[in-house]
């Protein structure tokens, strides 16, 4: 014999229920409400936040509540688009997986803010000069010296990325942002591989960073400076990666992988 499926009708009601929470006719909350958890049902009000419909609200966003409050996430090129649509050109990048330095005056041999003595597009100001020793010739740095130019050593510290970001209003103002994030700074985070002294691993980084460090780095910076310039477009919201590294996030993100697995 055929039988009926049985309707529940408690799951009926809740589905009505938050369908009429989120504006939705009857039959769009019975479709739509039957397919919502938690997760889901704070990432539409998260995509409302932000102008996106449902249905891309529940595949691009995802919503963790935290006893910080809610987290949510989406991917960069979400991010980016948000950002592009709030008219806030930052394409293309300053730097991407340029060689980073660190630089030094040589005299006091005080380390110098970037910013400092480098231009928008980080090319050093002409007040400054690289000595190299051991190649620059004596005559070379006295006569720089003299001139009043600062010399300045740099060393070489891995790899950078660097975004500038400019916001036009429609009142005719400008907002301007740059950003820079290393991979010295995805060392501190704990992102990528750090050594002691003897050349010990003391901390293997994250596998998304060691296999593909010049996207992430080209992601962080767009996120980082994203979320200053244009606090009130993306809501606050992190890329995933960002997401990830928040223990309290990574923890329930596991626990949900490994239920949905068994």
């Known amino acids: 014999d055929t039988k009926k499926p049985k309707i529940n009708s408690a799951d009926m009601a809740i589905a009505l229920m938050v369908g009429h929470n989120l504006g939705l006719d009857l039959a769009s909350s019975l479709v739509i409400g039957s397919k919502l958890n938690q997760r889901t049902y704070l990432a539409i009000l998260k995509g409302r936040e932000l102008g996106f419909d449902i249905a891309t609200s529940m595949e691009k966003i995802y919503s963790i509540p935290t006893k910080n409050g809610i987290i949510s996430y989406t991917g960069v090129d979400i991010i980016s688009a948000k950002l592009l649509q ?66 300045v050593q740099r060393i070489r510290n891995g790899y950078y990325s660097k975004v500038i970001m400019t916001r036009s ?83 329930v993100i596991d626990t949900e992988y490994v239920k949905d697995s068994e």
Do not use: C, H
């Not at 806030?88 to 040589?106: G, H």
């Not at 010049?214 to 992601?219: A, G, T, V």
């Open 86 to 151: 709030g008219d806030i050109n930052f394409l293309p990048l300053v730097k991407s997986y340029a060689p980073f330095y660190t630089y030094y005056d040589v005299l006091t041999k005080e380390e110098l803010d970037l910013d400092q003595i480098l231009d928008d597009n980080d090319n050093l100001k002409p007040e400054y000069f690289v000595y190299t020793p051991n190649v620059t010739p004596n005559d070379v740095l006295a006569k720089k010296v003299s001139e009043g130019i600062r010399v």
């Open 169 to 251: 209003f429609k009142d005719g103002r400008t907002l301007k942002i740059s950003k820079r994030f290393s991979t010295v700074d995805a060392q501190r985070a704990g992102l990528l591989p750090t050594y002691d002294d003897k050349g010990n691993l003391i901390d293997g980084g994250k596998d998304n960073w060691n296999s593909n460090t010049p996207q992430m780095l080209d992601n962080r910076v767009i996120t980082i400076a994203g979320r200053i310039i244009g606090a009130d477009l993306i809501q606050g919201l992190y890329s995933k990666e960002e997401a990830l590294e928040i223990p309290e996030v990574k923890r």
